[in-house]
């Protein structure tokens, strides 16, 4: 791993990661194409590290909103920190499921097997993608119909039963390169009828608290990764940090640009991006990537 795969790696992360279009699909064909090996844990660690960048760009870009709506009050905070709370369990309960069952039958048959080494399959990447691209293209379509134009209702926050469903949704996201976090919780959350402002905000206020836990679990899996040394530790966290920098600038860039096209109902095109997106990875996979 070199610095300028990670520089590579750090803008197409931190464009694709803050934009519904899954950015670890698109971060692992990087790697793919630059003859990295996506599921190793200095890549996987690589990776959590430039989503730590982009969610410190979701904090820098969304405090202000946070702090006129979730900060306004002490009542207010406790009421979101309460459906956080319980769509980040919902998630939780729902990944860890999937992610055992993935390793107790798509990995039986690999010793000392993790859901990372299912991360550069193509193969269930192009579907995970494909996925994804229907539900963002079904909430865009629905908001399209003259029938979605209505008033916004009196709320700041989504409802206790909508938090535990875009939960559940978030947890899906999680054992599957290509299912796209936030493209997953913001469509969820506009089919539900969360108005997209708040749909947008919620979800990224996820992405904020669910970052770190994941972060300690890949350093963790790295300090335990056979055949690596001090010296290669220290490089490895060198080159992670610069990359989260990098992912940092490019995240706020990737934001400015989602809420744009979020509130200009264009949001039904990045589900057409990811079906596009979908043909293309499963056509290198079928070229031998």
Known sequence: ????????????????ELLPVSSSAHVVV?????????SSPPMTLLLVMLHTGTMFAVIAYFWRQWRSTYFKSMGSFKAVAGRIVLATLVTGIVGEVIIKILEKTAL???PHSEIEDLFGHLEFIAPALAAAGLLILAAGLLERRPAAVAPAPATNDVSVNQAGIIGFVQGLCLP???????GATI????????PKPLAERFSFALAVVLTPPVVVREVLRLRHAPNLHAGEL??????????????FLAGLVALKWLSRWLESGRWYLFG??????SVAVTL???AGY
Do not use: T
């Not at 803008?11 to 694709?16: D, E, F, M, P, R």
């Open 30 to 38: 990087a790697e793919k194409l630059l003859g990295l090996d996506p």
């Open 234 to 247: 220290s490089s490895v966290a060198f080159l992670c940090l610069f990359g989260a920098f990098l992912a």
């Open 272 to 277: 057409c991006y990811c079906l596009l997106a």
């Open 108 to 110: 039986k048959d690999v």
């Open 187 to 194: 469509s969820s959350g506009m089919l539900l009828g969360v």
């Open 1 to 16: 791993m070199s610095i300028l795969n990670v520089l590579i790696l750090a803008i197409v992360q931190g464009l694709a």
């Open 176 to 182: 599957f390169r290509g299912f796209s976090r936030s």
């Open 284 to 286: 290198l996979h079928r």
